[in-house]
């Protein structure tokens, strides 16, 4: 009578953990990075980081539809700039749906305009004229040196500026993706958030060679907050701390509702300090594919880290995937950043 299957030989591979392969920023020479963003109530407390990290040159944010339509992340992330004393920082709106197949919105996570309950005030300037890719290009063609991107979305504006600028793919010096899951997903048993919004994308972004670390769910789970942080919040001057901590409570109500506990994985915040701390993420090498059909396993990362298979196969690792973290380290980063904001 065999035992419990889970304790024989699992039937996932463990990968070693091996050196990360991103950049990471200095004081002395900060990282030049763009965010790419749905805000979104993580994408809020990662865009926070960028613009406070000083291992980090945040040179702007581009919206793309994801938590809620377009034109909310847009407004959300000129908002959130102002809030954070960065309205210097450009903001150009991004693709509002996927490059192909149905319009996937995390509303009912993220409230209808994206920031739960909360309504910041009217952004005083407007997006870019032209829009985020031609943004990107134009940041990443000027720029003396390569630049990494955190895209914290669904990632079809990386796949349009790659297809529409190939030559400039050059120019990223890396992107640390906040998406996916080697494990299960959160949208569908089989797919994470922004990878199901727009697997045709991913499946570009992720062929296209350029450098990637996968911050995906099997991380981001471990990168949560609970109620414990918001007197940690609270006890902080400026508006900022104020908004991030209702954005929190907002999510904690959520997830509780859900009977998932009251408690907040910020996802988007791992791929933002992943650039700016080097030793908060413990990555393995993996060879990650997507799965862009129409069936119940669209939008998977399927992550192959086999030598076995992968020598078999002829294939490579095309990627880093997030797999350690330490929370309590995360946590203090995350009220670090926001005292440091107004
Ligand atoms: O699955 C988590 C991801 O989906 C995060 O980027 C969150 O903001 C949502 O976009
Ligand atoms: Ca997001």
């Not at 920082?89 to 509002?96: I, Q, S, T, Y």
């Not at 993706?177 to 697997?199: L, Q, R, T, V, Y």
């Not at 949560?224 to 400026?238: F, H, I, K, Q, T």
Request: contains cysteine; glycine residues 10%.
């Amino acid at each position: 009578m065999g035992g419990d299957p889970r304790v024989g030989w699992p039937t996932f591979h463990q990968a070693a953990l091996s050196p990360r392969t991103a950049p990471v920023g200095t004081v002395d020479h900060p990282l030049p990075l763009i965010v790419d963003s749905d805000p979104g109530l993580d994408d809020a407390l990662a865009i926070a980081a960028a613009v406070v990290r000083p291992e980090l040159r945040l040179l702007a944010v581009t919206s793309v539809g994801g938590n809620a339509d377009v034109h909310h992340c847009t407004e959300n992330a000129l908002r959130l700039l102002e809030l954070y004393g960065a309205a210097e920082v450009p903001v150009a709106e991004g693709a509002a749906g996927p490059l192909a197949g149905p319009l996937e919105r995390a509303t009912e996570v993220h409230g209808e305009a994206g920031l739960g309950r909360t309504v910041l005030p009217a952004a005083k300037r407007r997006p870019e004229p032209g829009g985020a890719v031609a943004l990107m290009a134009r940041i990443l063609d000027a720029s003396p040196e390569p630049v990494a991107i955190a895209p914290i979305g669904p990632l079809t504006n990386i796949a349009l500026l790659l297809r529409s600028y190939p030559h400039l793919a050059a120019k990223i010096a890396h992107l640390s993706i906040m998406g996916g899951s080697i494990g299960e997903g959160n949208s569908s048993a089989s797919a994470e958030f922004n990878i199901f919004a727009d697997p045709v994308a991913a499946d570009i972004v992720f062929k296209s060679g350029v450098p990637i670390t996968m911050i995906g769910l099997d991380v981001t789970h471990h990168a949560y907050v609970d109620r414990s942080v918001l007197p940690r919040l609270a006890a902080l001057p400026g508006a900022s701390a104020r908004v991030a901590t209702e954005l929190l409570a907002f999510s904690f109500e959520r997830s509780a509702e859900w009977g998932q506990g009251e408690r907040m994985a910020i996802h988007d915040l791992v791929a933002v300090l992943h650039l700016a701390v080097p030793d908060l993420v413990g990555v393995a090498r993996y060879c990650v594919e997507i799965d862009a059909t129409s069936g119940p396993a669209r939008g998977r990362t399927i992550g192959d880290c086999s030598p076995y298979r992968l020598g078999r196969d002829g294939r490579g690792a095309n990627c880093d995937v997030g797999l350690t973290i330490d929370r309590a380290r995360f946590v203090d980063l995350l009220v670090e950043t926001y005292a440091q904001l107004p």
